[in-house]
T-cell receptor, first 111, second 114 residues
Framework: GIQVEQSPPDLILQEGANSTLRCNFSDSVNNLQWFHQNPWGQLINLFYIPSGTKQNGRLSATTVATERYSLLYISSSQTTDSGVYFCAVVVGGAGSYQLTFGKGTKLSVIP | EAQVTQNPRYLITVTGKKLTVTCSQNMNHEYMSWYRQDPGLGLRQIYYSMNVEVTDKGDVPEGYKVSRKEKRNFPLILESPSPNQTSLYFC?????????????FGPGTRLTVL
């Protein structure tokens, strides 16, 4: 099956710093999503981004499907950004789709 | 409010005692799925359903059953739970089973099997 690799696995930031999280995938995908899992375990949609660039406040994401990677940018980080960031890719077709997750990047933002 | 709900949120049970975790969505979504999350392994798909009465195995279906008799509900059944099924479980839904759409997750169910 498809392999999804995220880097770095762990990241510690001082509040206010910027960061870039990377997601590489081993095969063509139909789609890609970024999620944030907060310290309480809740999974929150960040971006639904099969290609191109999207921005939402301090967060933005870019997917280059032809080169099989996606990047998540966090600017001016805040302690509430702490948690685990997952990318998940969609593989399938002809009416059958599966979502495969990377193992995540654990982000800790310290005051 | 559009949402995916799961019940129970927390469950401690014993080996072999059948249990059901319910999942319901109020968005008229066609696609629903179940995942389990384990330390070091990330989230893995257990089963998914493209629509009513249409279900298929994900990556880790062993030991689980599902059914999709109504569009809004997608229960996960553990006929004979074992300790290796101790995990955090998530239900999710998305609009269409034909073309991929953004997926929305429930709050999670933390299951402990003793």
């Amino acid at each position: 099956g498809i392999q999804v690799e995220q880097s770095p696995p762990d990241l510690i930031l001082q509040e206010g710093a910027n960061s870039t999280l990377r997601c590489n995938f081993s095969d063509s995908v139909n789609n890609l999503q970024w999620f944030h899992q907060n310290p309480w375990g809740q999974l929150i949609n960040l971006f639904y981004i099969p290609s191109g660039t999207k921005q939402n406040g301090r967060l933005s994401a870019t997917t280059v499907a032809t080169e099989r990677y996606s990047l998540l940018y966090i600017s001016s980080s805040q302690t509430t950004d702490s948690g685990v960031y997952f990318c998940a890719v969609v593989v399938g077709g002809a009416g059958s789709y599966q979502l495969t997750f990377g193992k995540g990047t654990k982000l800790s933002v310290i005051p | 409010e559009a949402q995916v709900t799961q019940n129970p949120r927390y469950l401690i049970t014993v080996t072999g005692k059948k249990l059901t975790v319910t999942c319901s969505q109020n968005m008229n979504h066609e696609y629903m799925s179940w995942y389990r999350q384990d330390p070091g392994l990330g989230l893995r798909q257990i089963y998914y359903s493209m629509n009513v009465e249409v279900t298929d195995k994900g990556d880790v279906p062993e030991g689980y059953k599902v059914s999709r008799k109504e569009k809004r509900n997608f229960p996960l059944i553990l006929e004979s739970p074992s300790p290796n099924q101790t995990s955090l479980y998530f239900c999710a839904s998305s609009l269409s089973g034909v073309s991929w759409n953004e997926q929305f997750f429930g709050p999670g169910t933390r299951l402990t099997v003793l």
